[in-house]
């Protein structure tokens, strides 16, 4: 699901943990077509990649689907990955390799770590090795985007499943907000 933060960086609880130790989570997989010689896989990887490992060891194929994780059995993982935090506008990250960029809006000023040498992040390379622009500017055109397929699902749910129309009660209730419901 997710980890949880314990003040490592000064925020508890997991919503708004953009470090490590809000990110980083345990996948142990057992089962038919899983390896069992206990190897670690490699690559960077998220929980979208659950769906399609389940559906690649079961030997199914996801074809036409529009799923944007990759199974853990059968590739080398994601060039880059994009994290956000719950709140709108509070944090996201970014990481390629083992380099790792946390923008916090206005928040505070933009973080980056070398998670091969720090993997705590502790030693923030911002002021060493500077901030990438072109990596806040994907953060942010990734979130548009994720935003933009939220609101089209949506948007196809309530078409589907929400009417305007009023509903015709068989049993007209009476409600008074005393002490009783009549």
């Known amino acids: ?18 470090y490590e130790e809000g990110l980083r989570v345990p996948w142990v997989l057992f089962g038919p077509g899983i390896p069992s010689d ?6 960077l990887r998220q929980h979208i990649d659950l769906l399609p490992t389940v559906a ?10 529009t799923l944007v994780g990759k199974s853990v059995l059968s590739s080398k993982g994601h060039e880059e990955l994009f994290y956000s935090c719950w709140y709108t506008n509070f944090c ?6 083992t380099d790792k960029t946390i923008f916090h809006y ?9 998670l091969g040498s720090d993997p705590f992040e502790r ?20 979130k548009r985007g994720v935003n933009l397929r939220y609101e089209a699902h949506l948007k196809q749910r309530k078409k589907r499943f ?21």
Do not use: C, Y
């Open 106 to 114: 206005r928040r505070r000023k933009a973080q980056r770590f070398d």
């Open 56 to 65: 690649d060891a079961l030997g199914f194929e996801t074809r036409g689907s």
């Open 123 to 142: 030693k923030n390379l911002a002021r060493s090795k500077g901030i990438d622009p072109e990596i806040i500017d994907k953060l942010k055109a990734w």
């Open 162 to 182: 929400v009417t305007t129309t009023s509903p015709s009660p068989q049993k007209p209730l009476k409600v008074s907000f005393g002490d009783t419901i009549e």
């Open 1 to 18: 699901d997710h980890g949880e933060g314990f003040r490592e960086h000064g925020r508890t609880e997991h919503d708004n943990v953009i």
């Open 38 to 43: 206990g190897q670690v896989i490699e690559g």
């Open 92 to 97: 996201m990250a970014h990481r390629k390799g």
